[in-house]
């Protein structure tokens, strides 16, 4: 039973468009996460937000705009899409306290494929 | 910039023999290594935390830390075919969110 829900699994969408990737996590964590791993490149961190706010961004481009509308959602719209953007987005989550040690939990990920 | 580089970057090793996975890192102020599992389309599995130089085990999986040489590796004992996955090594220092990864190690275990 997935704690961390991704949707959808797979999207096929055409340059230009625009789409939306759904996270919902069900473990009671305090901050959540965007990772994208593309073909042949290392997972690579993209976003993070705590108690809903954003906490750190690093990437560099605003069609990618996280969106919380409840503390246990993080949802990523992407616009005006290109084929550069095909991956898979992973979101995770973590229950941040004082120390660095916390563990993240990752999502089955959502495979896009921008055509 | 860190960087995470992986090897080898893929692996068969027997039903029951020792598998071992290196990774180095080039931040030698990094502080929280972690050793991940995904199975093919699958979301990230975490296997095994270090935060101090030595070695933690964690079942069948050991991770062994040396800062000095910017190295940790895994090792696996009694690698089965379901093992069989891509195993991702990630490092970080100060945010726990900003992991780096590597690229991955694809072990087969051949049974």
């Known amino acids: 039973d997935p704690k961390i829900i991704q949707k959808p699994k797979y999207l096929v969408a055409v340059t230009g468009s625009e789409k939306i990737l759904i996270c919902e996590q069900y473990?009671?964590?305090?901050?959540m996460y965007w990772y994208r791993q593309s073909a042949k490149k290392p997972l690579e961190f993209m976003f993070s937000?705590?108690?809903?706010?954003?906490?750190d961004n690093q990437t560099a481009s605003s069609r990618f705009q996280p969106q919380s509308s409840k503390k246990n959602h993080l949802d990523l719209q992407i616009t005006a899409l290109k084929p550069d953007d095909s991956a898979t987005y992973f979101c995770a989550s973590s229950q941040r306290d004082k120390t660095s040690n916390e563990r993240l939990f990752f999502g089955h990920g959502t495979k896009l494929s921008v055509l | 910039q860190q960087k995470v580089q992986q090897s080898p970057e893929s692996l068969t090793v027997s039903e029951g023999a020792m598998a071992s996975l290196n990774c180095t890192f080039s931040?030698?102020?990094?502080?929280?290594f972690r050793w991940y599992r995904q199975h093919s389309g699958k979301g990230l599995e975490m296997l095994v935390s270090i935060f101090s130089d030595g070695e933690k085990e964690e079942g069948r999986f050991t991770a062994h830390l040396n800062r000095a040489s910017l190295h940790v590796s895994l090792h696996i004992r009694e690698p089965q075919p379901s093992d069989s996955a891509v195993y991702l090594c990630a490092v970080s220092g100060g945010s726990n969110a900003k992991l780096t990864f590597g690229k991955g190690t694809k072990l087969s275990v051949k049974s």
């Open positions: 937000y705590s108690y809903q706010k954003l906490m």
């Open positions: 931040d030698g102020t990094s502080d929280n």
């Open positions: 473990l009671g964590h305090n901050a």
